[in-house]
T-cell receptor, first 113, second 111 residues
Framework: AQSVTQPDIHITVSEGASLELRCNYSYGATPYLFWYVQSPGQGLQLLLK??????LVQGIKGFEAEFKRSQSSFNLRKPSVHWSDAAEYFCAVGPYNTDKLIFGTGTRLQVFP | NAGVTQTPKFRVLKTGQSMTLLCAQDMNHEYMYWYRQDPGMGLRLIHY???????AKGEVPDGYNVSRLKKQNFLLGLESAAPSQTSVYFCASRTPGSPLHFGNGTRLTVT
């Protein structure tokens, strides 16, 4: 079955610390992978996407993610977290035609000063 | 540049009442979607449309209907609201091959 797993429901980090949010997927075909961020009361905003090519992709707000086919993972990273990064983060996977986009259940990030 | 606009932002309904949520996009996108977001469940696709006059069922379509009479608008209707439909509803749109653009959501409570 096709699925996306975000194992961490809630993560707390100190401002300035590094961050890694985990995403594992199960998908039968070539996956197209996305990370979205949702601030309170807002819709989802695309952070970055992976379709093909370089497995390390850069996104907005200083985020990056690495596609590892052998591990079926697409983890999101940031070297130094800012208080404004506190939000909920969603990983998603789908075909090129994203009508069948599958979302993970999200990871809520809390940042302490 | 408004992007994707959802109205209303909040709504409270009593069980059995009906309502329509409106989604409007000004980006000339072909595809439009309605999702619901529930705690611990991520986003689930309700219905979607790949063009004016067309609609299709998503993962959780029961209890909802949709219409796409104009390219820029996508309506989500609840004919007889149930408490299980208490959720946050998101509209999204895109062009073929591009990622989704989301609205800011509608919080619906059914009592």
């Amino acid at each position: 079955a096709q699925s996306v797993t975000q194992p961490d429901i809630h993560i707390t980090v100190s401002e300035g610390a590094s961050l890694e949010l985990r995403c594992n997927y199960s998908y039968g075909a070539t996956p197209y992978l996305f990370w979205y961020v949702q601030s309170p009361g807002q819709g989802l905003q695309l952070l970055l996407k992976y379709f093909s090519g370089d497995t390390l992709v850069q996104g907005i707000k200083g985020f990056e993610a690495e596609f590892k086919r052998s591990q079926s993972s697409f983890n999101l990273r940031k070297p130094s977290v800012h208080w404004s990064d506190a939000a909920e983060y969603f990983c998603a996977v789908g075909p090129y035609n994203t009508d069948k986009l599958i979302f993970g259940t999200g990871t809520r990030l809390q940042v302490f000063p | 540049n408004a992007g994707v606009t959802q109205t209303p932002k909040f709504r409270v309904l009593k069980t059995g009442q009906s309502m329509t949520l409106l989604c409007a996009q000004d980006m000339n996108h072909e595809y439009m979607y309605w999702y619901r977001q529930d705690p611990g469940m991520g986003l689930r696709l309700i219905h979607y449309s790949v063009g004016e006059g067309t609609t299709a069922k998503g993962e959780v379509p029961d209890g909802y209907n949709v219409s796409r009479l104009k390219k820029q608008n996508f309506l989500l209707g609840l004919e007889s609201a149930a408490p299980s439909q208490t959720s946050v509803y998101f509209c999204a749109s895109r062009t073929p091959g591009s990622p989704l653009h989301f609205g800011n959501g509608t919080r619906l409570t059914v009592t």
